[in-house]
């Protein structure tokens, strides 16, 4: 259609490979039309004029929700590493990464 | 060729809150690994990230103090990538929507003022510490540092040298501090920049092709990697190579930059607004009661030091370099008067203790009430200047008030005509053939003479009477 938006495969594989997924040829194909579904979905709100609305980032209309700045008690280190799946003494460990 | 340097820096300050920027875990340095770590910090599925006030009125104090517009709604978003030092697989930080924008601040470049613009001023969490395994193909992750708040305050591509860009650096960190927002050590990472750099033929008006520096942890660092940077680059220019824009970490060791291992694909952050974070609402009255809340700050301080204490440009620099001196300068100042004598001392005597111990003021043994009774002492001429050189020295080692010193060392400068006249009669007559030569002419001799009273009484007399008596006595 005219306008749209129109995903490819070549976009699912790297929007897949930005989030760690591996996904199958056939899995590929199966998420581009669902994904083009979708977009077609939503470019039905195209159809409002939304000049001069300021673009909504959140679904609430709470603002300044804040903590006051009081230490609490943390997990302590043996907790937090309980559920990690490596750990050695203190820290987590993982595969090396260098910069 | 005539090149010009362009130089844009991005400095990350840590706040100096006791929490972190989205939950209550403590933000001391050095604990335990992992020890300051909660659900939220972690990253666990179902925990709701809540912004500590103190970050957002710390960052407004920043805003105000570098002459920013506080944006009246700023938001949170996700930064997205993987990497183990960040446990949820983004940062939160401000994109779109920053706390602050367009704001400035002033260098003094050569006696005259130049503006730098700033950019942006941002909140966002901090990541984690990694520790490379030596010999086995493993990482060590600590996620004490994780969400201990920062703002990132970017600048504008306004500086022309590298020396300009240390400049603007020792002003931010100084106003940092000033404000009592950040720790600024540079050691312990509270206080971090990078920096953008380029160059281009004098004149023209585009832009070169940039490097980003990054691990530089001094200020001499950032001036020393900018300066290999930019050699660098015109070596490229002037042999037709060409500048790629690229992440460069400098070497402190070998004194160079070298091009940092990429990771695989390009940077795609992916970033969109943070849904667990409610917008940030400031308005004017806000923004007016942190305005109050704001300290003089070290640029006013100078220029009224200058106008109010009739001291040197030198002097009001130096002095106010650390809020904590200033203090301690003013409080002396209000004791005694006499501020230009007050700024040689401090300047001098006890900066030069201070700095040979690596002290800072506030572990000062001299307090100011003891610097300003020597200084009386000085004024009234109970003492002597050279006197009061060795009194100081007793006073920073021991940390007593000037009076108990001079008792103890029986240092009271001998102020009694009759005694010192008796005391240069003798002098004289011992020296016939210098007081000949001194009333044939000789009137370098004057020293001479000077030194022998000065010998006779331990350097106790004092030094205007005596050279009022011997002007008269030795004229015949």
Known sequence: MEGILKLTTQNVEYVAKLARLEVTNQEKEKFTAQLNDILLYIDKLNELDTTGVAPMSHAIAVTNAFREDKVAESLGTQRALANAPDARGEFFRVPKVID | ?476
């Open chain 2, 1 to 476: 060729m005539e090149f010009e340097t362009v130089i844009g820096l991005e400095v990350h300050a840590q706040m100096l809150t006791d929490t972190k920027i989205f939950c209550n875990c403590s933000t001391k340095f050095g604990g335990t690994p992992n020890s300051h770590a909660c659900p939220v910090c972690l990253g666990m599925p179902g925990v709701l990230p809540v912004l500590n006030k103190k970050v957002v009125e710390y960052g407004m104090k920043m805003a105000l103090a570098t002459n920013c517009t506080i944006n009246p709604s700023n938001s949170f978003a996700r930064k997205n990538y993987f990497y183990p030092d960040l446990p949820k697989g983004y940062q939160i930080s401000q994109f779109a929507y920053p706390l602050a924008e367009h704001g400035y601040i002033l260098l003094e470049i050569n006696g005259e003022q130049k503006k730098i613009g700033i950019t942006r001023i941002h909140m966002e969490e901090d990541a984690g510490k990694l520790m490379h395994d030596e010999n086995n193909p493993v990482s060590y992750v600590d996620l004490n540092r994780t969400g201990v708040p920062l703002i990132e305050i970017v600048s504008e591509p306004d500086m022309r040298s590298p020396e300009e860009a240390a400049d603007y650096l020792k002003r931010l960190h100084e106003i940092l501090v000033y404000l009592e927002i950040c720790d600024g050590n540079m050691e312990e990472g509270s206080f971090r920049c990078d920096a953008n750099v380029s160059i281009r033929p004098k004149g023209q008006k585009e832009f070169g092709t940039r490097a980003e520096l990054k691990n530089m942890n001094s200020f001499r660092n950032v001036q020393r990697a900018l300066e290999y940077e930019v050699k660098r680059q015109q070596y490229l220019v002037e042999n037709g190579q060409k500048i790629v824009q690229e992440t460069r970490l400098w070497d402190d060791a070998q004194g160079v930059t070298n091009p940092m291992r990429s990771k695989e694909e390009a940077h795609d952050y992916r970033y969109f607004p943070d849904p667990d974070l409610v917008p940030v609402m400031v308005d004017e009255t806000w923004i007016a009661r942190i305005r109050e809340e704001l300290p003089e700050l070290p640029l006013v301080k100078r220029e009224r030091f200058v106008k109010d204490y009739q001291i040197p440009a030198y002097d009001a620099g130096v002095l106010t370099a650390d809020k904590a001196l200033a203090l301690y300068y003013e409080d002396v100042v209000k004791l005694c008067g006499k501020p230009k004598q007050v700024s040689n001392w401090v300047m001098g005597d006890v900066l030069r203790f201070l700095n040979e111990e690596k002290r800072d003021i506030r572990q000062c043994p001299i307090s100011a009430k003891s610097l300003a009774d020597m200084i009386t002492l000085i004024e009234e001429g109970a003492i002597s200047g050279k006197m009061a050189k060795d009194v100081i020295d007793d006073m920073y080692k021991t940390g007593k008030p000037p009076q108990d010193i001079i008792k103890e060392k029986g240092l009271v400068q001998i102020t009694d005509e009759g005694e010192l006249i008796k005391t240069i009669s003798a002098i004289i007559e011992a020296s016939p053939n210098q007081l000949k030569d001194y009333r044939g002419g000789k009137e370098k001799l004057f020293g001479f003479f000077v030194g022998q009273v000065m010998k006779a009484t331990q350097g106790k007399a004092n030094p205007q009477l005596v050279n009022d008596l011997l002007k008269k006595m030795l004229a015949g």
